[in-house]
């Protein structure tokens, strides 16, 4: 289960790097909002988003670890308790990811329309009160 240890340090890395260069951004795109350059505020968080969907750290220490001999080779080795930990974390991620989600977009998505048909039953008795009075 040595894929799974990778899939934890994959999501990990990515998520620390993006929310890392998130709040980076976050302080950047302040300063530039008060200074009129909202423009730029908005390109640099497309790049932002670049990094919260490329590991592009775990990647890097990968090959480091793999080419430069830096760790040996035992940068992303699995204990049996990182093992444990790694095949729950990937089996709640995978739950999350292919069931809850789109169940809840899902739900989302009915609400709309029931609230858009409501609305519109709303809407129409409004203006039919309104006339008749």
């Known amino acids: 289960m040595n894929w799974t240890v990778k899939w934890m ?17 976050y ?8 200074n009129g350059y909202l423009n730029i505020t908005y ?15 775990y990647y890097l220490l990968r090959y480091m670890d793999c ?20 095949k729950v974390f990937t089996a709640v991620w ?3 990811q292919t069931i809850v989600i789109p169940v809840q977009e899902y739900s989302e998505e009915q609400l709309q329309i029931v609230l858009k048909h409501e609305l519109a039953i709303n809407t129409d008795n409004l203006y039919s009160n309104i006339v008749n009075k």
């Not at 302080?27 to 008060?34: C, H, K, M, T, V």
């Open 9 to 25: 340090y994959m999501i990990l890395m990515t998520s620390l790097t993006g929310g890392a260069f998130t709040l980076i951004w």
């Open 27 to 34: 302080g950047i795109s302040r300063a530039l909002e008060r």
């Open 43 to 57: 390109k640099m968080l497309k790049v932002i988003l670049i990094f919260w969907y490329c590991p592009f750290v």
């Open 67 to 86: 080419h430069t001999a830096k760790w040996g080779g035992w940068l992303f080795a699995g204990t049996p308790a990182i093992l444990r930990f790694s």
């Open 94 to 96: 995978l739950f999350r």
